[in-house]
């Protein structure tokens, strides 16, 4: 158990992986998004996408806790279990708090009338429709999602190689392309919409929690014969 | 000091056998330790340690309880002994056979060696005498 | 006593390659051994096996009696960094030496940093940028200030000088006399290491070629060189390892230590004896086995 704890303690070593960069990359982010907002002219509420900056980072590094995290944690004679556990334990730690990030950037756009320029990076009127937990589960379950595709995309690369993680690249992107061909093809784009709002975004982000697990058990299942 | 293609524990014991012999380590003094002579040769203390292993069952050195190695008394004139018999077989018989290439007799060799033995002799005494 | 390291059987194919073919060896503990060979002939492929960072084929191994993958109990006494570790991205040594002081149970503080001074090692700066040499220190000073109880040095002085090389070999041997410990040494260096390894494990294509101790070995060989008649007289009856020839001047390398006499008989018929370095039997010894392998290959075809 103490060593799976030291798997968290040795993830945070750097406190840049987990900490720094991801929150300065939402900080430029989002003065980019105010700095833009306040050249747009015009009343109306401004909304933006910047708060997605940082979910690009968990990826990366989520990426890199398998290609090099983790051949490291071999020389450190970590099991191979321990380290798994380690690293989702940290990834959940590390997208808490970019949640808790997102609900304090909600909360100073709430308070500041959109930074003076009615413009938003974090209070999206959708994403908080189910209040502010809601707001923290859809943050919390899109780091972690961002992070468990990249540690599953290396993983499965690094055990199976790199024809089976190309072919499955492919056939994700195809699905995805078949399945957005099939709503248009049939003309379901309305239903689907009224679906998704109906769900809304704490939904989704339920779901996301389910996708999350699978990851994981998949990247598990693969990771047991990877080499370092 | 340390020669390709002989056992290293076996020259470990003669490089403290040829101290005994010249003095520099004097009987009942205390031997270098295995970590010394590890350190010093730069090889494995194992390796030194059979050498010790192999003086002591020689009877040249033994253990004080605590303490350490140290030489036994009558190891200098035991090791003279020894080599004094083996003597001829390291020294004599290369001698000889190197002779014979050069076309050297063995009364050459005799006259080569008095004359030698005397060149010798007389440098001690003079480096004894003060100038 | 029960070995550390039991090795049974071992076998490991890639599609095109034996890595390691039919390997079996076992290893008391509490000694410095060589691990020699030719690059790619399985030093490092059985060294991963031991530690569970790579899988056998067939055979089985057992690391202080037990399996080692998955075996926290076991892994945590073993220290492996591999001649081209990995480190984090964005890591720096400090870094490096922090986990490493977390998972080793014996890790020296003190120890460390007497050695980043020995190795004058940057420790502020990312591991991606340093030297090769610098690369090795870190892998080194890990191996060497965890006082695992089994420590593995996979190829450790690449990149590294002859001085820095001469810091190892004398700080190991300082540890190792003050903790004695199993040390599993791999090198191709062979002259560079023989005096400090108890016990010499020659690996060529998959297989062992010897495993003996590194005294008995020593005096295993030796060299005639004189008149090719004569000295092809002398050595019709042994085996013969190498053969050079310059003029009338053979140099012949044979298996077998000559005693006293022989030695006598030798010199009197005006040859000279030449010892044979371990480097040199070592060589002669694998030069043998591949040529005498490519024979069979060409037989059986």
Known sequence: MSRTLNVIRLQLI???TFIWVPLIVLAGATLLSVLIYAMIPGGEPK???GGQAPLWVFFAVGMTAMTLTFPFSQAMSITRREFFVGTLITAVLGSAFMGVL?????AIELLTDGYGVNGYVFHLP????AGPLGAFIVYFTLALFFFVVGFTGATIYKSWGAVVITVVGVAVGLSLIGIIYLITRLELWEQVWIGILDFGALGLALWGLVAVAVLAGISFLAFRRAKP | MIEEGKALFLQIAEQIEDSILDGSLEEESKAPSTNELAAFYRINPATAAKGVAMLTDKGVLYKRRGIGMFVQSGARELLLGERRSAFADRYIDPLLAE???LGLGADDLAALLRERAAVAASASTTEGNPA | MTAVIEVNNLSKHYKDKRALDNVSLSLEGDAIYGLLGR????????????TAQNFATSGDVKVFGEHPYENARVLSRICFVRESQKYPDDATPRHAFKAASLFFTNWDQELAEQLIKEFQLPMKQTIKKLSRGQLSAVGVIIGLASRADITFFDEPYLGLDAVARQIFYDRLLEDYSEHPRTIILSSHLIDEVANLIERVIVIDDGKILLNEETDAVR?????VVGDSAEVDAWVASREVLHRDQLGRVASVTVLGALSSEERAQVTASGLDLAPVSLQQLIVRLTQKASAESGAENQEVR
């Open chain 1, 47 to 49: 909304y933006g996408g």
């Open chain 3, 39 to 50: 690059n790619g002939a399985g030093k490092t492929t059985l060294m991963s096996i031991l």
């Open chain 1, 126 to 129: 959708w994403l908080w429709e």
């Open chain 1, 102 to 106: 997102f609900l304090i950037g909600g």
């Open chain 2, 99 to 101: 002779a014979r290439t």
């Open chain 3, 219 to 223: 005096d295993r060989a030796v060299t």
């Open chain 1, 14 to 16: 750097n406190k840049q």
